[in-house]
């Protein structure tokens, strides 16, 4: 009877082959069993499933509690009170990632996608920023959102928590500096060590929250006084969990590398030595990544886009390997680097540094006269760039013709010059594909000798910016080409177009300046385009390209190529950069792959693996971001600390129903002016016009607005900056209601 029922399972399991190939005693597949318990229509317990299947033998039954625990832990199935065990999906349930908000709610983000679920801050008692739970849906809040109560907590995210020490009464705790965790953290009674009150800590969590009791901390290490020098550096990369110390392993294995390449990988490989390849960086860089060579060949262009051979040195599976993967990418703080890779690498043997042989792969690519792509190929080479240049130093080549500067670099500049006319070329295909080109203002922070800030500076970009960006994003195309040539899983830069919601948003605001987006549904780059060009020479240009960007989502990586929506492009991979990026040194092992003649059925990365190190490697990219962003205001408020009461100009940024964020003009730090700040009048927001209103006076403040403010608080726990107005009177009529204005006279 038992052999009978086993048999039915093993002929019902559509994927039991592969879970032979996997498993020396298969288990019925996870596919199998979602199917099965559907098909029953109620849950199962573990028994009763065992007894359906025939399945007695001890070691198969661990195995499929195993697996119906594993399943379990990732979402796809729920146990009841009984032991049942049900699909997810089936029991009007929710798995998905935490994020938590400041003022103590959260939201849970489905792991198949959709509207996220509003969490009260009762909910978010029992979790942390970053747990992973199931949920169901209990209603709908006042604003409409959909409403989720926990049930069951699948996986914990936070394993240590960086904050500052506090003492009260007797009691012991951390204020966490990562304002999603919106819980402090308690201190055993004997977890406090050494630390002291108001000194910046990292504890570990012994104790998780539960909806009875907050999470419970024993502290790991103190980093240092609240104010000292580089604390908001420490603090950012312990807060984000950004990896620093290099494990013994990987130290062992870059620890033969010196900055000579050995003779034996220069063999078979195409010689460039001779070739008039630079690099082109900024004054600061230290790892330089790409070189470039321009030539004309009659009516067409021949460019060479040479990368670092990172993939060379780091193969898969070592310790070296299994870091960078951790790592994702090298993350850059205002004074300091955490690379993706040690020095060794990516200061040293792998950086393209002029005048020493360097391994490279090198992307050849041949432009008619319209700056249309038509041929490209990849090869391994072995280069010798010729010259280190910054982007001052090119452009005052190519761009402002110095004499001196040309003189100086004579036997380059036929070569630069060709290759600022194939720019100009490239430029101007881009403007015609619609490539989409936001005018956003970076800045650079320079330090004094205390290592304060001294001043924040906004950053220039020139031709050579621009030169350096065309060619990458060539290169690019070329490898994304490459991949769907040869029908390689590989990793893309995809980046969708509009919501639905985010388009209906966008569409109202414009409505109200008169303006239109076309395109219907399913706008193009080219509609935004042509927006941005109407509006260029209107004063409140700068408010309507805001608003129009932030209707655009997050570039993200995924081996389903969807295209780039702000580059115009139906196909883009990352490949300029392997030594700071993992996606590009996983597209160059894709190459190297196919250069080698492996087919793509042998390429021992898959679809699912890639689909894992796509998500993962855009969240150590969001991860990087946040860090960074964290530092930078942390250091902007401590640059501000001694400038409370001084006035200064500025434009207002962003409008929430709290108040108005305002940048300082010439200073580039932003700040709060509180809804309460604002002259006696009660203020209503409008999301759709990005505008705050007052109902008795009609005063009317308006993303994009010119105001005079105050600084009259500064909070560095916080990272907060407030300020007040000056002027609450404006003389620019604009401020007040009007009706939709239509486009500009010319003339």
């Given amino acids: 009877?038992?052999?009978?029922?086993?048999?039915?399972?093993?002929?019902?399991?559509?994927?039991?082959?592969?879970?032979?190939?996997?498993?020396?005693?298969?288990?019925?597949?996870?596919?199998?069993?979602?199917?099965?318990?559907?098909?029953?229509?109620?849950?199962?317990?573990l028994g009763e499933l065992c007894a359906d299947w025939g399945i007695d033998d001890a070691v198969e039954i661990e195995a499929l509690s195993r697996r119906l625990r594993a399943m379990e832990r990732d979402g796809q199935l729920i146990r009841n009170r009984r032991e049942g065990y049900g699909p997810v999906a089936k029991m009007n349930l929710v798995p998905g990632r935490v994020i938590g908000h400041p003022?103590?709610?959260?939201?849970?983000?489905?792991?198949?996608?959709?509207?996220?679920?509003?969490?009260?801050?009762?909910?978010?008692?029992?979790?942390?920023?970053?747990?992973?739970a199931v949920a169901?849906?209990?209603?709908?809040?006042?604003?409409?959102?959909?409403?989720?109560?926990?049930?069951?907590?699948?996986?914990?995210?936070?394993?240590?928590?960086?904050?500052r020490f506090c003492e009260e009464r007797g009691a012991c705790f951390i204020i966490p500096d990562n304002k999603r965790i919106?819980?402090?953290?308690?201190?055993?009674?004997?977890?406090?060590?050494?630390?002291?009150?108001?000194?910046?800590v990292i504890a570990e969590l012994i104790e998780q929250p539960s909806s009875q009791s907050r999470p419970l901390g024993r502290i790991k290490e103190v980093l240092g006084e609240h104010m000292a020098p580089g604390m908001e550096v420490r603090i950012a990369i312990a807060s984000h969990g950004i990896p620093v110390d290099w494990p013994d392993a990987v130290t062992a294995e870059v620890g033969h590398c010196d900055e000579t390449v050995p003779e034996a990988a220069k063999q078979g490989r195409w010689d460039l030595r001779e070739t008039p390849l630079v690099t082109i960086d900024g004054i600061t860089a230290r790892d330089f990544d790409d070189a470039v060579y321009c030539e004309r060949r009659g009516a067409n262009w021949r460019l060479l886009v040479a990368i670092a051979d990172v993939s060379w040195y780091v193969r898969p599976g070592t310790a070296l390997d299994q870091e960078a993967r951790k790592r994702g990418n090298s993350v850059y703080f205002p004074d300091r680097a955490i690379p993706m890779l040690p020095e060794a690498l990516s200061n040293g043997l792998c950086s393209l540094k002029p005048e020493v042989d360097r391994l490279c792969m090198v992307c050849e690519m041949t432009f008619n006269a319209e700056g249309r792509m038509i041929r490209s190929r990849f090869a391994e080479a072995v280069m010798r760039s010729h010259a280190r240049l910054t982007y001052d130093t090119a452009a005052a080549i190519v761009a402002d013709r110095d004499p001196h500067v040309r003189g100086e670099y004579a036997a380059l500049v036929p070569h630069l010059d060709r290759l600022h006319e194939l720019y100009q070329v490239l430029r101007v295909g881009r403007e015609q594909?619609?490539?989409?080109?936001?005018?956003?203002?970076?800045?650079?922070?320079?330090?004094?000798?205390?290592?304060?800030?001294?001043?924040?500076?906004?950053?220039?970009?020139?031709?050579?910016?621009?030169?350096?960006?065309?060619?990458?994003?060539?290169?690019?195309?070329?490898?994304?080409?490459?991949?769907?040539?040869?029908?390689?899983p590989g990793l893309y830069r995809i980046h969708d177009g509009p919501s639905e919601d985010r388009l209906n948003k966008l569409r109202a605001f414009l409505g109200e300046l008169g303006l239109g987006l076309s395109g219907g549904e399913k706008p193009t780059p080219r509609d935004y385009t042509r927006v941005l060009e109407r509006v260029r020479d209107r004063p409140d240009a700068h408010l309507?390209?805001?608003?129009?960007?932030?209707?655009?989502?997050?570039?993200?990586?995924?081996?389903?190529?969807?295209?780039?929506?702000?580059?115009?492009?139906?196909?883009?991979?990352?490949?300029?950069?392997?030594?700071r990026r993992y996606p590009d040194l996983q597209v160059h092992r894709a190459i190297r792959h196919a250069l080698g003649g492996g087919k793509a059925a042998e390429f021992p990365y898959s679809h699912a693996d890639l689909i894992g190190l796509g998500e993962h490697c855009s969240t150590t990219?969001?991860?990087?971001?946040?860090?960074?962003?964290?530092?930078?205001?942390?250091l902007k408020c401590e640059f501000m600390l001694d400038k409370i009461g001084q006035v200064y100009d500025g434009v207002i940024t962003g409008v929430t129903g709290f108040g108005l964020f305002v940048e300082l003009s010439g200073v580039y730090v932003e700040g709060l002016v509180h809804v309460t700040a604002l002259r006696n009048d009660y203020y209503q927001f409008d999301p759709v016009g990005h505008r705050l209103r007052g109902e008795r006076s009609g005063q009317?403040?308006?993303?994009?607005?010119?105001?005079?403010?105050?600084?009259?608080?500064?909070?560095?726990?916080e990272r907060k900056i407030d300020f007040e107005l000056v002027e609450t009177e404006r003389r620019d009529e604009s401020r007040r209601v009007r009706g939709p204005r239509g486009p500009r006279k010319k003339g």
């Avoid at 989720?148 to 996986?155: K, N, R």
């Avoid at 805001?546 to 990352?574: C, D, I, K, W």
């Avoid at 990219?621 to 942390?634: G, H």
């Fill in 1 to 45: 009877m038992t052999q009978k029922k086993q048999a039915a399972w093993r002929r019902m399991d559509p994927h039991l082959s592969r879970e032979q190939e996997k498993y020396g005693r298969p288990s019925p597949s996870r596919e199998f069993i979602l199917h099965y318990l559907e098909e029953r229509g109620m849950p199962l317990t």
């Fill in 103 to 132: 003022e103590g709610h959260g939201f849970l983000i489905p792991d198949e996608g959709g509207d996220s679920l509003f969490l009260s801050p009762r909910q978010m008692r029992k979790l942390l920023h970053g747990d992973r």
């Fill in 136 to 163: 169901r849906v209990i209603g709908v809040d006042y604003r409409g959102r959909r409403e989720g109560a926990v049930v069951e907590v699948l996986e914990r995210n936070t394993a240590t928590v960086v904050g």
């Fill in 182 to 200: 919106n819980q402090d953290i308690m201190v055993a009674a004997d977890g406090r060590g050494e630390a002291r009150a108001g000194q910046i």
């Fill in 433 to 488: 594909r619609g490539a989409m080109d936001f005018d956003t203002q970076e800045t650079v922070i320079e330090y004094g000798a205390d290592r304060k800030i001294e001043r924040i500076m906004p950053t220039e970009r020139n031709d050579a910016h621009r030169l350096i960006e065309e060619c990458m994003i060539a290169a690019n195309v070329a490898a994304a080409r490459f991949l769907q040539r040869n029908k390689l």
């Fill in 544 to 579: 309507i390209q805001t608003v129009m960007l932030r209707s655009l989502a997050q570039a993200t990586y995924s081996p389903a190529n969807a295209g780039h929506f702000g580059l115009a492009l139906e196909a883009y991979a990352h490949f300029t950069s392997p030594i």
């Fill in 621 to 634: 990219e969001r991860r990087a971001d946040e860090a960074v962003r964290d530092a930078v205001e942390w």
């Fill in 700 to 717: 009317v403040y308006r993303l994009g607005d010119s105001l005079r403010v105050r600084v009259v608080r500064v909070d560095l726990d």
